[in-house]
């Protein structure tokens, strides 16, 4: 997902439109990804190479499963069982690196990542990374408390906004929830510039409504989308 330069444009108009009827700022950031994730793909890979070769023990599991691990010829004495254990366990060992593997190599691809990854653990870093372009831009320095991200991760398909403490004075943060799902929509039709349009429409007449232009209004932030 890209933006050209005209999107950029018709976001930063949108953003000047919306402050005009308010003293509150609103700043845009598109974050490409907020984390690879590689963490949870080798829980998972480490996960199932435990758990695969055991599922396959109650099927008599044995080497000769596996090409090159067969004993071939096997007599009845000692020696023989002593081989035949440790193929077995070089059999098992064998799996374990080959699950470990194969699940590597399909974390590598974004839709099986992003799968593999619980939501509630996206929905966190994504909010990490939010709160730190909130501080990065200094949305929380405007003159009265008045700043709003909206914060967008191509990724982990997650829309957060993040009001500084002026607005939670005022508002409930249930009032975000159109703009979100506005934004959401948009994302999903892989139409973003007109996601941000619609969620900073809907973040701008919130603002109206409590956060009326001041008499000596100035634009704090600049008005454009940051991508990352």
């Not at 890209?2 to 700043?27: D, L, P, V, Y």
Request: net charge negative; aromatic share 8%.
């Amino acid at each position: 997902m890209k933006f050209g330069h005209e999107e950029h444009a018709r976001i930063t108009a949108a953003i000047r439109e919306a402050e005009q009827a308010t003293s509150g700022e609103i700043f845009c950031v598109f974050a490409h990804r907020v984390s690879h994730h590689a963490d949870v793909v080798l829980a998972w890979a480490a996960g199932l190479a435990l758990t695969v070769p055991l599922l396959l023990i109650p099927f008599g599991f044995n080497p000769s499963w596996l090409p090159g691990f067969s004993a071939g010829w096997t007599a009845a004495h000692l020696a023989a069982t002593e081989i035949t254990v440790g193929l077995t366990l070089a059999a098992y060992a064998a799996v374990q690196l080959f699950v470990f593997a194969l699940v590597c190599l399909l974390g590598c691809i974004p839709a099986v990542r992003r799968g593999m990854t619980p939501r509630t653990l996206r929905a966190g870093r994504c909010r990490r990374a939010a709160m730190s372009q909130f501080l990065a831009h200094g949305l929380h320095v405007t003159e009265n408390r008045t700043g709003v991200l909206i914060f967008a991760s191509e990724f982990d398909h997650h829309v957060e906004i993040i009001a500084d403490e002026g607005i939670h004075r005022a508002v409930e943060a249930d009032v975000w929830i159109d703009a979100v799902e506005a934004m959401a929509r948009h994302l999903k039709a892989d139409r973003a510039a007109e996601g941000y349009e619609a969620a900073i429409a809907r973040c701008g007449q919130v603002l109206a409504r409590h956060f009326p232009p001041a008499p000596r209004d100035r634009n704090e932030l600049p008005d454009r989308l940051v991508e990352i």
